[in-house]
């Protein structure tokens, strides 16, 4: 639980400051070129796309890791024995 629940959650927050925070400097930037230059160079068209394709990396991480963040969840909450299908869970989405 500890090598896997915890370290989970600090990647997963780390991911969504760190991408927010690159998503909102290249849009600041882009948005300042736009108004010096009025167009739109290619390489500001690439990096705008790329600032719009962000988000999508991070959604990756959270489908790739939510079961298992799940299954460290219920171990902390309940003593019980965890059901096979969040096992499955955790082998599905963790080798996506």
């Known amino acids: ?6 370290p989970l959650l600090i990647i997963l927050v780390m991911n969504i400051i760190l991408y927010f925070m690159t998503w909102l400097r290249i849009k ?6 736009k108004q010096t230059l009025r167009t ?3 390489r500001m068209r690439a990096t ?7 988000p999508f990396f991070v959604l990756a991480f959270f489908i790739q890791w939510w079961a298992t ?3 460290g969840a219920w171990q902390l909450a309940t ?5 096979q299908t ?6 599905t ?4």
């Open 40 to 42: 739109m160079s290619a």
């Open 79 to 83: 003593t019980k024995e965890i059901p």
């Open 1 to 6: 639980m500890i090598f896997s629940s915890v």
């Open 69 to 71: 963040a799940l299954f």
């Open 93 to 96: 989405f963790s080798n996506i």
């Open 28 to 33: 600041t930037e882009s948005d300042q070129m």
């Open 48 to 54: 705008h796309r790329a600032a719009k394709a962000m």
């Open 86 to 91: 969040i096992h499955h869970l955790v082998t």
